[in-house]
Nanobody
Framework: QVQLVESGGGLVQAGGSLRLSCVAS????????MGWFRQAPGKEREFVAS????????YYADSVKGRFTISRDSAKNSVYLQMSSLKPEDTAVYYC??????????????????WGQGTQVTVSS
């Protein structure tokens, strides 16, 4: 079992920045791929970014490429999402997810069996 707890969400003006954090506990003896997803009101959950076990590879949704950066600190069992140049359309609940069953980075939510409770990000215009 893996427990995930996100933090760092909040209200920010368009053009601003936020840094989300996700701390994992439980089965953390080995690292595994991690991802960030988001869900806006009335919309389906969508992929944002993912990072490989060692942190050497990452992948982003086109909508956030060049503005968001995913990173991890395995010593702290943590993964981060640095968000810059935020837009009102980035408003959503952001979820951290873990994929211990795969050895590649994935954009599919079904590859991630463990999820955090989510943190709200609101970008005002």
């Amino acid at each position: 079992q893996v427990q995930l707890v996100e933090s760092g969400g909040g209200l920010v003006q368009a053009g601003g920045s936020l840094r989300l954090s996700c701390v994992a506990s439980g089965r953390t003896g080995s690292t595994f791929p991690m991802g960030w997803f988001r869900q806006a009101p009335g919309k389906e959950r969508e992929f944002v970014a993912s990072i490989s076990r060692g942190g050497g590879y990452s992948y982003y949704a086109d909508s956030v490429k060049g503005r968001f950066t995913i990173s991890r600190d395995s010593a702290k069992n943590s993964v981060y999402l640095q968000m810059s140049s935020l837009k009102p359309e980035d408003t959503a609940v952001y979820y951290c997810a873990a994929a211990p069953g795969i050895d590649y980075i994935s954009t599919r939510s079904t590859d991630y069996p463990y999820w955090g409770q989510g943190t709200q990000v609101t970008v005002s215009s």
